[in-house]
């Protein structure tokens, strides 16, 4: 059963902190994302990796980067926190798309950011 | 801007009625798609996927994809209660994109 685990459901944050988020995966996944949620967005990719040590920009990079050191481990990091960043962060991994078939991506619980 | 649209909602459908969820894609490269549900609180779950024309079925859950017209859609027959839910559309790109493009999600609502 994959199981993709985040470090806290709840954070709460002053602004101009740094803030790592933390995401594993036990399914040796070699594909891992972080997206951020909020009301009338929808899902929104921040950045994704594909191996360890690569990573790609998502569609809303700014004010965040990644580091991936180890496969099973995906990290968000907030440089300076700001009232913005506050939402819902979720973690998915997956597969890679091998021949033409899909896989799903499998999400973690998410971790609900305050900035204040 | 590649996109993925769905009527936000909220939808309401009597138990026991066939719930229909819309989803519409710009890219016309999109190779597969995803139906997830999220329960309020919670984290997305796959419900199906889909990456040829015409219908795919599982249990009383049918995704329809028609390329032609960049249209995917997900029925539910004899809803529930339970059914009650976000449901997230997502498409992925051309061979070798590995990212979903996700819609905002549709509000469905199944009344007693």
């Known amino acids: 059963d994959v199981k993709v685990t985040q470090s806290s459901r709840y954070l709460v944050k002053r602004t101009g902190e740094k803030v790592f988020l933390e995401c594993v995966q036990d399914?040796?996944?070699?594909?891992m994302f972080w997206y951020r949620q909020d009301p009338g967005l929808g899902l929104r990719l921040i950045y994704f990796s594909y191996d360890v040590k690569m990573k790609e920009k998502g569609d809303i990079p700014e004010g965040y980067s990644v580091s991936r050191e180890k496969k099973e481990r995906f990290s968000l990091i907030l440089e300076s926190a700001s009232t913005n960043q506050t939402s819902m962060y979720l973690c998915?991994?997956?597969?890679?798309?091998?021949?033409?078939?899909?896989?799903?991506?499998?999400f973690g619980p998410g971790t609900r950011l305050t900035v204040t | 801007q590649k996109e993925v649209e769905q009527n936000s909602g909220p939808l309401s459908v009597p138990e026991g009625a066939i719930a229909s969820l819309n989803c519409t894609y710009s890219?016309?490269?999109?190779?597969?798609f995803f139906w997830y549900r999220q329960y309020s609180g919670k984290s997305p779950e796959l419900i199906m996927f889909?990456?040829?024309?015409g219908d795919k079925e599982d249990g009383r859950f049918t995704a329809q994809l028609n390329k032609a017209s960049q249209y995917v859609s997900l029925l539910i027959r004899d809803s529930q209660p339970s059914d009650s839910a976000t449901y997230l559309c997502a498409a992925r790109g051309n061979f070798g994109n590995e990212k979903l493009t996700f819609g905002t999600g549709t509000r469905l609502t199944i009344i007693p």
């Open positions: 998915a991994s997956s597969l890679p798309h091998v021949g033409g078939i899909s896989y799903e991506q499998y």
């Open positions: 399914m040796d996944h070699e594909n």
């Open positions: 889909i990456y040829s024309n």
């Open positions: 890219d016309r490269g999109s190779q597969s």
